[in-house]
C-alpha cells in the first residue's frame, strides 16, 4: 500500500512534461540570464545592493515557505538563524582562508546542526507550539548576540575585539570581489538553494511531507515517519537559512547584532505567508516585498511603518481569502485582466480567487 | 554572589513585573480556551492604548480619563478583531488563529510607530500618580504602583477563577473550551460568549499596558514583544490552566529581576523566559505529539 502509494506518483508526474512546462522552463532561463548579465548592467549601485539582499532573502523566505507550505510547520525564529548562520561564517572567514563556497556550506550544517537541537524537543508538539517555541528562541538568540556580538577579526571564540579601531571588513570571494560581481555570485547561490528545496520536493520527502501537510494522522498510518520527515523539512530550512546568513556576512561586510531583531522574524514570516508558500515563486515574491519595496520607498522618502501595516493586511488577506498568496493571486488576476481585455466576455469571467 | 541586600530591592521589582504577566497569562488562556485563539497582538493592543492615553494626557485630560481610555481602545480593538475575524477562521487550525494576530499586531505596530514616532530619539513616559506614594518594609522601598500590578494579578487570577467556575458566562467558556459544537448545539449563544472573551482579554490587554508602559517603558517596540516574556508563562502552563500561568508568570517575573545584580548573568537575563519556556516544553508529556489533521498551514 505504502510503495504504491509513493512510487505511483513521480511516473504519472513525468509523463506529464509537456508544453506547458516547456514555456515555463524557459520563461525561467529567460528570467535567470537577465538577472544575472542585464540587471547588473542597468541598476544603481543602490539598487544592485538592494537586489543582493533580495537574492539572499529569497533563500529565508524559501526555508519558511517549505516549512509552512509544504510540511505545515510555522516558524517565527527564522531571523534567528539567519544571525547564526551570518555569525559562523563571519567566524570562519575571519579566522581561516577556506574558499567561500566551503564556509557557507559549513555555516549551513552548523547552523542546521543548531536548528536541528532545537527542533528535536518542538517537532513532537503540535504545531502551535512549535511557533512559539521558535519564537523563544529567536528571543534568546537576540540576547546571546547582543552580548556576544558579532566577530569583527578579533580572537578567542567569539571573535570580537571591542577596542579595535579598524575593524576590518566581512571578506567576500575573490572572483566577486565588486558589488555587481557580488550580487551574481549570490543569485547563483540562491539558485542552487532553490534547486535542492526542488529535488526534495520532487522525490521522497516532498510526497512525505505533501502526506504530512494533508493529516498527520493519515500520514501517520500509511507508514510515514511523520517525526523524521518533519525533522528533515526543519533541518533543510536551517541549512539553507545558514547558507543565506553566509552570503549575507559577504554582502553587508560588517554585521552588527542589532541588525537581527526578534521582530524581523515575524514581519518575515508575513511577508512568506503574503508571497504564497505554496509555489517557490513566493518566496522571490516575498524577498522582494520583504527587501526591494523598503528600498524603493525610501528613495522616495515614504516610511515603511506603511509596508509593515500593509504586512498586516496582507496576512490577514491570506489567511482569510486567498491561502496561496500573491504568486498564486497575481497569475491568476492577471489572466482575467487579459481575458476581459480581449473582449471575451460573452461568458462571465470566472472567479479570480477561489 | 553580591550580598543578599542586593537582591532585595528586584524582589519587589520582580513580583510587580510577574504580576502584570500573570494578568496578562490569564487574559491569553482565558481567550484561548473560549476561542482557540492565542493571541499574540495582546502587546500591540497595551502599547496602542498606552500611547493614546499618553498623547490624552499631554492634550491635558485628566489622569483617570486617560486611564480609562487605555482599557476601553485596548478593549475595543481586541473586541473589533474578534468580531471581524474570528467567525472567519473559527474552523481553522489554532496555529492560523494564532498567525492571523500577528497581522493585527503588525498593523499596530506600522501605526503606532508612524504616529508617536521614535526617530529623532523621542523618548515618552508614562507615569501614574501611585509612583509616588509607598511604604518601606526594612529597607526596601515599595510603590503602590507596583502593590498595585502584583494586587492585580492576584485578583484577576483569583477573580477570573471564581468567574469561570460560579457564573454563567464562565461556565459557558469552559463548556466552549471542550467543544465548541456541541456547546452551540446545546442552545450557548456562542458569538456572543466569544464576544465576552474578546472584550475581557483587550481590557486586561490595556491594563497591562497601562501598568507595563510605567514600570517598564512606554516604548511601541518594547510593549509589543514584552508579550513573549507572558507566552511562556501560558506555554508552562501549556494554554490551560491559568494557576499554573500564575506561579510561572511570578516566577518568570521575579527571576528575570532577581538575575540584575549577578554581573556575569544580568546580560542574559532578558533570555529567563525563554529558558523557563524551553525547559518546561522539554518536560511536557507526550500526550500532546498527535497533530490534529489541517485544512492549511
Known sequence: MRDTLIRATPRRVRQETSRPQLIRAAVVTVLLLFTLFALPQILSLYYIDTMTQVAVYSMVTLALGVLAGRVGLVSLGQVAVLAIGAWVAARLLFETTQPYPLILVEAGLITMAAGVLIGLPALRLRGLYLALITLMFAGAITVVLATVNFPNGGHGFTGYNGSLVHIPPVRRPSIASSDPAYFRYSVIVAILMFLLVLAHIKTRPGRAWAAIRQSEPAALAAGINTWLYKLWAFALASFITGVAGGVLAGAVHYLYSIDFPTQ?????????????????????????????????????????????????????????????GLADQVPKDLARLGRLLRGRLRRPAPGSTE | MPPWSDFEPFIVSGLALGGVYALSGVGLVVLYRATGVLYLAFGAVGAMGALIAWSLGRAGAPGWVTWLACIAVAALITLGYGALFGPALSKRDPLVKAVATI???????????????????????????????????????????????????????????????????????????????????????????????????????????????????????????????????????????????????????????????????????????????????????????????????
Open chain 1, 264 to 324: 524581523d522574524s515575524i514581519t518575515l514570516l508575513a511577508v512568506t505567508l503574503m508571497g504564497g508558500v505554496y509555489s517557490m515563486w513566493g518566496a522571490v515574491v516575498a524577498a522582494l516585498l520583504y527587501q526591494f519595496l523598503p528600498a524603493l520607498l525610501n528613495n522616495w522618502g515614504v516610511s515603511a511603518d506603511w509596508l509593515i501595516i500593509l504586512f498586516g493586511l496582507g496576512v490577514l488577506q491570506v489567511l482569510t481569502t486567498a491561502p496561496a
Open chain 2, 103 to 297: 497581522g493585527l499586531t503588525l498593523i499596530l505596530y506600522g501605526l503606532m510607530d508612524l504616529l508617536w514616532t521614535t526617530s529623532g530619539g523621542a523618548v515618552r513616559s508614562l507615569t501614574l500618580p501611585t509612583d509616588n506614594g509607598g511604604f518601606s518594609i526594612g529597607q526596601i522601598q515599595v510603590d503602590w504602583t507596583q502593590v498595585i500590578a502584583l494586587a492585580a494579578g492576584v485578583v484577576i487570577t483569583v477573580g477570573t477563577g471564581a468567574f469561570l467556575r460560579y457564573t454563567k458566562l464562565g461556565t459557558a467558556m469552559r463548556a466552549m473550551a471542550n467543544d465548541r459544537e456541541i456547546t452551540a448545539t446545546l442552545g450557548v449563544p456562542v458569538r456572543k460568549v466569544e464576544a465576552a472573551a474578546w472584550l475581557g482579554c483587550g481590557a486586561l490587554a490595556g491594563i497591562a499596558g497601562l501598568l507595563l508602559a510605567d514600570l517598564v517603558a512606554l516604548d511601541a517596540t518594547t510593549l509589543t514583544f514584552l508579550v513573549i516574556s507572558t507566552l511562556a508563562a501560558v506555554l508552562i502552563a501549556r494554554l490551560r490552566s491559568i494557576t499554573v500561568t500564575f506561579v510561572a508568570a511570578i516566577v518568570v517575573g521575579l527571576l528575570h529581576d532577581l538575575l540584575t545584580p549577578i554581573t556575569s548573568l544580568t546580560n542574559y537575563r532578558d533570555m529567563t523566559p525563554f529558558v523557563l519556556a524551553a525547559v518546561a516544553l522539554l518536560v511536557m508529556p507526550r500526550r500532546q505529539v498527535m497533530a490534529q489533521s489541517r485544512e492549511e498551514a
